[in-house]
């Protein structure tokens, strides 16, 4: 086992702010370790939304078929944070993702992640082929250092 | 404002036991108040679905127009918690529930609250009237005293 | 019952952001009803961190006793949603917020509560009376139109 | 990147049922995939409060330092949920699970997931060392198959 290292900000161009609920801090007094996944999935489909991508009534969607984090440092519900999305591999109908949590000014993330969605057909479920114009789109993501 | 009274479990004859999770503990050691919301429509559903009401395909479905809630106890994770579900009025198109939470052996309610349905088409969006048969099931949940 | 009417954003002086996730809509493709709990919850303590009210260690914290809400209209993921803030009425020890969900360009709540916090002792768990000061800075989010 | 296997029912000594939510349901009408780690975490810490571990006010507490999930088949919200919990390794202040989620006669895991704690100090919030009476506790969850 290897031990993961935190991601710096300047891997990343394009970031999602999303907000702390008062109800994710858990006993412990930081916040929850499941919600990160919560704001991973946000920021990954927002811009997918914002860029208009899986947004066809028919066409396919994409399921979430892997999650993964590592947590380096605790949050708190008045900590600012900022998701950095960026793509690892884009493959014939899946796409890893590897987005990152940052706080306040930090430079290097709180908490990393593995994210892989696979497009399927909405009705048979099965996976289905991404088509060229998507995977142009998804290429702007594509981190230059992996 | 009239201080609210904790209802008693032998106001009900319906009980939906339900699991708490760790991360619904907040900062102050106990159950999050909006929890109880999740459990509330959770116990309310698990009821109409277990009764068939509401499941077609093509049917109405029933939005949540209203729900409150008044917090009488405190509520720990390893409490045994229990829905105790009941309906107030059965409107031409409303539903109004009266659910309780009750935990361990406790005879009054840690929480209570309000909850209303309203039957919608699905596709319309526009309230519709419930039918006989779904009235007559909805019949059996009428709390004696109210 | 009367049927309630919804706030509108002239009313309120504050108002507080909060993004929207992904897992927050529920299988009728809206956000759930469960949903505005927590926002409500967290733009109140928010705001009573912003304004450093019960921020002492040592000092009183808040329960909620009760929290309602009337939902006017169905809220989407891609929404911007804006909590706004204001007081009902401040008691010995008690808090009677009036917190109102605004989406986008709408001038009137697409859902508005009741939410009632109690002062109360951090060891002790018994309510305790709002000093002088405190009621000062509350008073800043009196509505004038109750 | 090689393909997870689900892990078998058989591979597991301990099994924690849990309930689900009508919330957990997202807009794909499935399981959203955030709560599959909020199921792991909450079996997990079940787990270790039923056989006493780290319930000592002044003892050390748990951090989760990475959580990961495969998911391998859709969640409705009326399936019956039971969480397999594993251990795969115990190292000096660390755990790693491996937790597993089975749905109604399944024989295969529908979601299995990685989970590692870190034991830490309460105050210092350092790693500190698992003491043997805890060591040998844990001991019972050790996976054969690994």
């Given at each position: 086992m290897t031990r993961p290292v935190a991601a710096l900000r300047s891997a990343y161009s394009e970031f999602i702010p999303l907000s702390l609920r008062w109800n994710d801090v858990d006993k412990y007094g930081h916040v929850n370790n499941a919600v990160h996944f919560q704001l991973?999935?946000?920021?990954?489909?927002?811009?997918?939304?914002?860029?208009?991508?899986?947004?066809?009534?028919?066409?396919?969607i994409c399921l979430v078929v892997r999650q993964a984090c590592d947590f380096f440092n605790e949050i708190q519900m008045n900590d600012h944070v900022e998701i950095g999305i960026g793509i690892k591999q884009i493959g014939t109908?899946?796409?890893?993702?590897?987005?990152?949590?940052?706080?306040?000014?930090?430079?290097?993330?709180?908490?990393?992640?593995?994210?892989?969605?696979?497009?399927?057909?909405?009705?048979?479920?099965?996976?289905?082929?991404?088509?060229?114009?998507?995977?142009?789109?998804?290429?702007?993501?594509?981190?230059?250092?992996?």
């Open positions: 991973f999935d946000t920021a990954v489909n927002n811009w997918l939304m914002k860029n208009g991508l899986f947004q066809s009534e028919a066409g396919p109908s899946s796409i890893v993702y590897a987005p990152a949590l940052f706080t306040n000014d930090h430079i290097s993330a709180a908490a990393q992640g593995d994210y892989i969605h696979v497009a399927i057909d909405r009705v048979t479920r099965r996976p289905t082929t991404l088509d060229d114009a998507t995977k142009t789109v998804l290429t702007r993501l594509l981190l230059n250092n992996t």
